[in-house]
């Protein structure tokens, strides 16, 4: 089976975990349109026009299931719910993650470590804090060490929402234990985890620590959760009164969250109809922007739009 390089969770790409079914006689793998789906969601997604990459990916499980074929269908559904997850439409993620499962338990398919993974950053996304906990805890479980390290991430994630510093510890235990040589993404997980957890212990070191994970956030072009470090080293900020600097970090988290969901975007949608090769890229919750926009007092969210100029 071809393994597909990217798990966008929160946007980290992450490598595809194999799937069950027997590669001993023809599957839809074989089939030129399967292929060719495959291969244009791949391109698509590569690109960050994750419209396009969802269309081609429904296409290709649903010439997986004309060929009854659960191998090919856990792969492409997979991929569907990422690119899902990327469109910032995690609703769509959760019942494709949830069809997928089905359609692969009923062809005889295996535990799927990477499906509960995406379904846990599913209920993240959409604020289900205390369904995404054990999943993510069950994801930890893949010997596959990427999908249980993303999986440590959106754990401490959703523990650190709902106050579970059960959870969050577990999480943090996790990612420190990650041998070396790590990833850039994984650098980043372990380094915003950490800041949840010192944030009350040790605040100025836990700001730190959210730093570092913002800087490598963007150094891999990872801006939603770049963004989302910039809002939580802002929070540690406040907790140590430093007013000023927090102000700071929540403007630039709000612009760059506003700035991702704006008209960028909205060009990427465009490229079924037209063909246009502009980029797009994942859409965070407007909510965090217009959040974080009041946090830091006054901001414009905007500010090379036309007409710019009141936050």
Not at 258 to 286: F, M, V, Y
Request: glycine share 8%; net charge neutral.
């Amino acid at each position: 089976m071809r393994r597909l390089r990217h798990m966008l969770l929160l946007a980290t790409p992450l490598v595809l975990v194999g799937c069950g079914a027997s590669q001993s006689k023809p599957t839809a793998l074989d089939d030129a349109a399967w292929d060719q789906a495959m291969a244009a969601g791949r391109d698509s997604f590569e690109l960050g026009r994750y419209t396009v990459a969802v269309s081609q990916y429904r296409k290709a499980a649903n010439l997986a299931l004309v060929r009854d074929d659960g191998s090919a269908v856990a792969e492409a559904g997979y991929d569907l719910a990422v690119s899902q997850l990327a469109a910032n439409t995690p609703a769509d993620a959760l019942q494709t993650t949830q069809a997928t499962r089905q359609a692969v338990q009923l062809r005889g398919g295996q535990e799927q470590f990477s499906l509960d993974l995406v379904e846990a950053a599913s209920h993240y996304r959409l604020g289900h804090y205390g369904q995404a906990i054990p999943l993510a805890s069950h994801a930890m479980l893949s010997p596959d060490t990427g999908v249980a390290a993303r999986a440590a991430l959106v754990l401490g994630l959703a523990a650190d929402a709902q106050g579970d510093q059960a959870g969050l510890q577990s999480a943090a235990s996790y990612l420190s234990t990650l041998k070396a040589p790590l990833s850039v993404t994984q650098q980043a997980d372990r380094a915003e985890i950490r800041a949840r957890v010192l944030r009350r212990s040790n605040p100025a070191l836990a700001e730190q620590q959210a730093e570092d994970a913002a800087s490598l956030r963007q150094s891999e072009g990872s801006y939603h959760d770049m963004a989302r470090a910039l809002a939580l080293a802002a929070r540690i900020a406040a907790s140590q009164g430093d007013q000023a600097k927090a102000r700071v970090l929540w403007a630039r988290a709000a612009q760059s969250a506003a700035a991702q969901s704006g008209a960028l975007n909205r060009a990427d949608a465009q490229t079924l109809a037209h063909g246009a090769l502009t980029k797009g890229n994942a859409i965070p919750p407007e909510d965090d922007a217009q959040v974080w926009a009041r946090n830091a007092g006054s901001v414009v969210l905007r500010p090379f739009d036309e007409g710019a100029g009141t936050p």
